[in-house]
């Protein structure tokens, strides 16, 4: 098994200086994730570490999961398996490309079996009937619902907790694309205020995600305002915020999520969201591989 979960003794909470934080008294840190491994870093390998379990101890070895072709999930899950000695089979939405993503190359490197799937054929995906045809055509297999969405994928999200559980933080930063991290980090630290940064347009099935995860403590709060424009979408002081973020404190941040995260933590900063003395970690999830599908040179990294 990959070794990143035994990296808890090295320190990887890095404060931010900044006058801003100075002036409003707030003390603002973040939880390098992006540098657990080079290549699985970030929350996906959480996600991903009970299904890993799993799948080493049952006698099928095989994992079948689904994403996009810039996903972070699949590009962790075909490194994992593939480095774990676990069959792995990756469903992709959208037509057969004329030329492969950079990520689904790499998957395609870490031996991912890859097939995609119509838009149609895609959103059949959580169905019995599909489900029964996976088994049939492929036979046994642990399937990982796209971006890990489970209870499972949850409980594995929540071991981030074991990073930070000895500091006094008065707010979690982390952002939300299925919510199954957040869901993670709220399930198993009840005392701290949660906050998601929505990075999709429209998240109004927020409530049924965490009851579907079974959460029932309401100490978490969801943002809406820095999705940017919806999923992946970005402009120019997105962009320049990240250049300007990696010319002070040297920490690269992908577009898609945690560029947002921090554009809007400093913005409520500045709006006075947090009260003086608040003590807020934010979680950077890697995927900075996501980063591959811009323009060269777009980025100062
Ligand atoms: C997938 C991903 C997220 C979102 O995690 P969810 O558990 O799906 O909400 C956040 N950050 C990065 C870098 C990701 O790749």
Avoid: W
Wanted: charged share 20%; net charge positive; aromatic share 12%.
């Amino acid at each position: 098994m990959i070794q990143l979960l035994n990296t808890s003794e090295k320190n990887i909470i890095e404060p931010l200086q900044s006058k801003l934080f100075t002036e409003k008294k707030v003390s603002v840190s973040m939880l390098r994730l992006d540098l657990i491994h080079p290549v699985v870093s970030g929350n996906k390998i959480f996600k991903l570490y009970y299904f890993l379990e799993e799948a080493k101890k049952s006698l099928h070895k095989q994992i079948i999961t689904f994403g996009g072709p810039y996903s972070n999930h699949l590009a962790a899950a075909a490194f994992a398996c593939n480095h774990t000695g676990i069959k792995c089979m990756g469903f992709v939405h959208g037509e057969i490309p004329k030329a492969l993503s950079h990520t689904l190359q790499f998957c395609l490197q870490n031996n991912m079996q890859i097939e995609f799937l119509t838009r149609d054929d895609y959103k059949k995906i959580n169905s019995k009937e599909f489900i029964q045809q996976l088994t049939k055509k492929y036979g046994a297999h642990i399937l990982i619902p796209e971006g890990g969405f489970s209870v499972k994928g949850m409980n594995g999200a929540g071991l981030i907790y074991n990073y930070f559980n000895q500091k006094n933080y008065t707010h979690i930063c982390c952002p939300v694309g299925t919510a199954t991290t957040f869901a993670g980090l709220i399930k198993a630290n009840k005392e701290t205020m949660i906050l998601g940064f929505s990075v999709l347009k429209n998240l109004n099935d927020l409530e049924e995600r965490l009851l579907f995860l079974n959460i029932d403590s309401k100490k978490y709060s969801i943002i809406n305002d820095y999705n940017g424009g919806g999923y992946a979408k970005k402009n120019k002081e997105l962009i320049s915020f990240i250049n300007s973020f990696y010319d002070t404190y040297t920490i690269p941040l992908d577009f898609v999520y945690t560029g947002k995260m921090m554009y809007g933590v400093y913005d409520l900063v500045k709006k006075n969201y947090f009260s003086e003395g608040s003590n807020v970690l934010c979680i950077h999830t890697g995927g900075l591989q996501g980063n591959n599908s811009l323009p060269k040179g777009t980025l100062n990294f």
